[in-house]
C-alpha cells in the first residue's frame, strides 16, 4: 500500500494545498498489498460523526488509494451498502459530490451481531472476495478492524475476530484493532478487559485510542520540550508554580445523561484525555522518538505520582443535571472535577498538577497553562499584574503563547501584561491541520503505537483513580453544586489558589485574526 501515487487519488493535483506540510509526517510506509478496514458498529454516531469522515480525508489526500483499499461496515442495523452510504453522506464535507461518491463506492455493509459467528463468517466472506479480485502481486494483506462499540462488547467481538475474520497465515501481512475508551471504570475492570483481549491478540496488534494524543498541540508537545534550548532548563521545580490541564464545554450532558451517569467527568475526561496530556507535560526525555521508548517515559511519571488527597479535590454537579429523567435524583456523579496530581521525583517535587475538567462551564477549550514562579527582586512592582505563563491552547483556536510583563507604550515607566503569541490560524493559514482520527487510523496503517495507550499505561493511570473513584461512588465526596454558565464551583478557584497560582486580572488573550490587518 502506498501513498506515493497521486494518480488514483481523487484529488492528487490539490494534496500539496491541502494538507499539512504535505503530510511528509504521515508518510506510511513501504508495505504494499491490499487493505481491508472494517469499521465495527457501522450505524452508530462515532462511526458516522468520526471514523468515516477521518478516512474519507485520509482518501481525499491520497493515503488510502481506490485500489488498494476497500471499506467495510459491520453493525446489527439492517441495511443496505447504500443505505450505509447515504447514512454517511452528509457527514462528509469539503469535497464535491463526485468526490464523495468515489469514496462511498469503497464502502460495502454487513450485518449481523456482535456474539454470534454467522455474521462474522459473512464479513470474512466479503472481505476475501475483496482481496482475491485484487491482483496483488505482494501477495500481502492488512485488515484493520476499528471497534466503534461499547467496550461491554470488547471481548465477544474480539473473539468473532480472532476465530473468523483473521489475516489467513497463507498470506502475509497483519490484523489489527483498534479500540476506543472508556477502557473500564476501574482497575480491576479495565485489568478484566485487558486480560480479555490479551488472550485474543499481542500488544502489538492492539491500538487503544485515545484521540487527545493525536491532536496537533499535543503532538507538538514533545517538540516544545525536547527540541528548544529555552524551555531545557526551564521545566523543572526551580522554575515552575504549577501546571493547569484544563477541559472546559458550555453545555451539559444534552440528553445523554442516563449514560454519562455511568462514568461522570472524571472517567470521561481527566483519567484518559487528561491524564494523557499530562503524560507529554511531566515526563523525562525519552532514549528515542521509538514509541516504546516514547511509552516507557510516560508510564514512569505515572508511576511516580502519589495518592491523591481529598482535601486536593472538588467534584461539583450543575444545577438542573438531575432534570434529565434519566439521571437518578439522589446521583453523585460529578459534571465537574479538579484533582492535584504530586509527581514525587526530582524534577516535580512540590509542583502541583492541577486537572480540571467541566460541564456547563462558561466557555468552551482545552489548554495547559504552566505558569512560572515571580521574579525575584521585582524591581518595577509588577507582581500583582500576573505572573510569565506558557500557554498551550489545544482547541479551539489552536495557538501557543507566552505571557509576558512588558513596557506599555508611552513616556511613562508604566507596566503590563501582553504576550509573544503563536497562533496556527495566522501562521499556517494556507495548511489544514489533520483532525486527530485522521492521524491516528494512519498511524495505525502505518504501524506506529506513539499514540496509542500501552497496556501498563492504561494499569497505571487506573492506579492513580480508582480509590478516588471509588471515595466517589460511596458517596465519601460529595458533589458541590454550580450553576451553569459559571466557570465552576467556587471551592475549585479556591483550591488553585490554596496551590499557589496566581490569576491575571485584567488581561484577557485574545486570538488574532487577518481582520485587524
Not at 450505509?84 to 464502502?107: M, N, P
Not at 517538540?223 to 464545554?249: G, H, M, S, Y
Not at 504576550?419 to 494512519?442: F, N, T
Request: charged share 25%; hydrophobic share 35%.
Amino acid at each position: 500500500m502506498s501513498g506515493g501515487s497521486s494518480e488514483s487519488s481523487p484529488l492528487s493535483g490539490q494534496n500539496s494545498l491541502s494538507s499539512l506540510s504535505s503530510f511528509k509526517d504521515l508518510e506510511l510506509s513501504s508495505e504494499s498489498g491490499c487493505l481491508s478496514i472494517v469499521v465495527l458498529g457501522a450505524s452508530g454516531d462515532l462511526a458516522k460523526k468520526k471514523t468515516f469522515p477521518a478516512l474519507f480525508h485520509l482518501f481525499q489526500q491520497g493515503f488510502l488509494q481506490a485500489g488498494e483499499v476497500h471499506i467495510f461496515g459491520y453493525a446489527r442495523s439492517n441495511l443496505s451498502d447504500d443505505g450505509l452510504r447515504e447514512r454517511i453522506r452528509g457527514y462528509l464535507k469539503g469535497a464535491s459530490d463526485e468526490h464523495v461518491s468515489q469514496f462511498l463506492q469503497l464502502i460495502k455493509y454487513v450485518s449481523g451481531s456482535y456474539d454470534s459467528g454467522e455474521g462474522f463468517e459473512l464479513l470474512n466472506n466479503a472481505i476475501s472476495e475483496y482481496e482475491t479480485s485484487k491482483n496483488n502481486e505482494s501477495g500481502s494483506y492488512h485488515r484493520l478492524f476499528y471497534l466503534a462499540l461499547p467496550p461491554s462488547v470488547y471481548p465477544s467481538v474480539c473473539k468473532m475476530i480472532r476465530s473468523y475474520c483473521m489475516n489467513p497465515s497463507s498470506h502475509t501481512g497483519w490484523t489489527r484493532v483498534i479500540v476506543e475508551k472508556p477502557f473500564g471504570k476501574d482497575l480491576d475492570s479495565s485489568e478484566k478487559l485487558s486480560a480479555e483481549l490479551g488472550k485474543l491478540f499481542e500488544e502489538d496488534q492492539l491500538y487503544r485510542i485515545d484521540h487527545y494524543l493525536g491532536k496537533e498541540l499535543v503532538q507538538n508537545l514533545l517538540v516544545l520540550r525536547f527540541a528548544n534550548r529555552l524551555f531545557l532548563p526551564l521545566w523543572n521545580r526551580d522554575n515552575i508554580a504549577n501546571v493547569q490541564i484544563v477541559f472546559k464545554e458550555d453545555f451539559g450532558t444534552e440528553g445523554r445523561g442516563g449514560y454519562f451517569d455511568q462514568y461522570g467527568i472524571i472517567r470521561d475526561i481527566i483519567q484518559n484525555h487528561l491524564l494523557q496530556v499530562f503524560c507529554l507535560v511531566a515526563m523525562e526525555k525519552p532514549v528515542s522518538l521509538k514509541p516504546e521508548h516514547i511509552r516507557d517515559e510516560k508510564v514512569k511519571v505515572l508511576q511516580s505520582v502519589e495518592p491523591i488527597k481529598h482535601e486536593e479535590v472538588v467534584i461539583g454537579q450543575y444545577d438542573g443535571y438531575k432534570d434529565d429523567p434519566t439521571v437518578p435524583d439522589e446521583s453523585n456523579t460529578p459534571t465537574y472535577a479538579s484533582v492535584v496530581l504530586r509527581v514525587h521525583n526530582e524534577r516535580w517535587e512540590g509542583v502541583p498538577f492541577i486537572l480540571k475538567a467541566g460541564k456547563a462551564l462558561n466557555s468552551r477549550k482545552a489548554e495547559i497553562r504552566v505558569q512560572f514562579k515571580d521574579a525575584p527582586g521585582d524591581i518595577f512592582r509588577c507582581k500583582k499584574q500576573g505572573r510569565n505563563e506558557f500557554v498551550i491552547r489545544l482547541q479551539p483556536s489552536e495557538a501557543m503563547y507566552m505571557k509576558l510583563t512588558v513596557k506599555k507604550p508611552g513616556l511613562e515607566m508604566a507596566t503590563e501584561q501582553s504576550e509573544l503569541d503563536l497562533s496556527y490560524g495566522m501562521r499556517y493559514q494556507d495548511v489544514k491541520i489533520p483532525e486527530a482520527y485522521e492521524r491516528l487510523i494512519l498511524d495505525t496503517i502505518r504501524g506506529d503505537q506513539q499514540h496509542f495507550v500501552r497496556r501498563d499505561e492504561l494499569r497505571a493511570a487506573w492506579e492513580i483513580f480508582t480509590p478516588l473513584l471509588h471515595d466517589i461512588d460511596d458517596g465519601k465526596l460529595k458533589s458541590v453544586s454550580y450553576k451553569p454558565g459559571t466557570r465552576g464551583p467556587q471551592e475549585a478557584d479556591e483550591m488553585s489558589r490554596r496551590m499557589g497560582y496566581m490569576q491575571t486580572h485584567g488581561y484577557i488573550w485574545v486570538p488574532p485574526t487577518l481582520a485587524k490587518f
